[in-house]
């Protein structure tokens, strides 16, 4: 166990400094810079060369990488070239309704997928199988961007059920406790919705085949032939014998779920994480999009890890693979 723990924890310290340093260098490689972006062109170039002086820019790259990855051990994450404000305080104000946004719909995403695609699987063949495969494949082939817009389209600027952006009232600080946070579900609603309904799909999906190899394995076949109870076959072996995809489904979802998370917020206007990367890459915002950038791969890198932990605790072969 020790020896595997280290194993996944020095591959992950290798797959997450590897990471940032090829975004990195690939986002000061592309043509185009900060200052270039927002300064008047006709100042005098002795202005220009003193933002690029002040910003550090005029450095070698790579004295600037390992510059950076040595505030990185301190958390120092630099100052904004756009916003003029710390990184760190940036991040602190949009991370929390990207964190509410993606947990919600990776939980809703996987409860009624893996409900979806256990019941799928029990009647399979039946008109209940059929029409959830059709549900599925549709939500599965939409990506979250265009389940958010037609969502939109539908219930808000249609009927008028939800709201089309941001995450609270104009009136929302005079509201109690209770009434904010209804406040915030009744926005989050149509975000949460088209996040989750993509992630269902592919939940929904994977459960329903592994339930199915399940169902036909030798071993319920033989559980039927002792008389014992079928709920209990399905719930207590079968479902248990598919977990083991449905969670490492998750670790490799994540990377996917954060960035249907991104285009979601950008859809709905929401002042999450995804739509200040959007800005600051628009910008050149390097500080900004490569404290986003580390954040995301510590977070997808973070969750791979607990993932494999867990997955080696409940089946001990998975580690005989390696």
């Known amino acids: 166990m020790v020896a595997y723990f280290l194993r996944r924890l020095l591959i992950s310290i290798i797959i997450f400094f590897s990471g940032i340093t090829v975004v990195f260098f690939i986002i000061h490689i592309i ?62 104000n949009a991370l929390l309704p990207t964190i509410f946004i993606t947990t919600s719909g990776l939980v809703f995403g996987t409860v009624i997928g893996c409900i979806l695609g256990v019941f799928s699987a029990v009647r399979k063949n039946t008109i209940f199988d059929k029409l959830s495969n059709i549900f599925v494949i549709v939500f599965y082939s939409l990506p979250s961007f ?74 319920v076949v033989g559980a039927l032939g002792r008389g014992i109870n079928r709920k209990r076959i399905l719930f207590k ?17 994540t990377p996917f779920i954060i960035g249907g998370a991104v285009t979601v917020e950008v859809v709905f206007s929401l002042p999450g994480m995804g739509r200040l990367l959007v800005s600051s890459a628009l910008s050149r915002d390097y500080p900004v999009i490569m404290a986003i950038t580390t954040i995301v791969f510590m977070a997808v890198i973070m969750i791979n890890f607990f993932i494999d932990i867990i997955l080696y605790k409940i089946d001990p072969r998975v580690g005989l693979n390696e």
């Not at 390992?66 to 990185?72: H, P």
């Not at 301190?74 to 940036?90: A, E, Q, R, T």
């Not at 209770?178 to 915030?184: I, S």
């Open 31 to 92: 043509p185009g810079d900060p200052v270039s972006n927002y300064v008047n062109p006709y100042l005098p170039e002795e202005v220009k060369q003193h933002l690029v002086e002040t910003f550090g820019l005029n450095k070698p790259l790579i004295i600037q990488y390992f510059n950076w990855i040595l505030n990185l051990f301190k958390l120092d994450f630099g100052y904004s070239l756009v916003y003029s404000k710390p990184v760190i305080l940036l991040i602190k």
């Open 146 to 219: 265009w389940t958010g817009v037609l969502l939109s389209l539908i219930f808000s600027y249609t009927l008028g059920l939800f709201p089309s952006s941001q995450l609270k009232s104009l009136y929302h600080d005079q509201l109690n406790v209770l009434e904010r946070t209804m406040d915030y579900l009744y926005h989050a609603t149509l975000p949460i919705l088209s996040l989750g309904l993509s992630i269902m799909a592919v939940f929904a999906k994977y459960t329903r085949e592994s339930m199915i190899k399940s169902l036909s394995s030798s071993f």
């Open 237 to 253: 072996y079968c479902f248990k014998n598919a977990l083991i995809p449905i969670i490492n489904l998750i670790g490799t979802a």
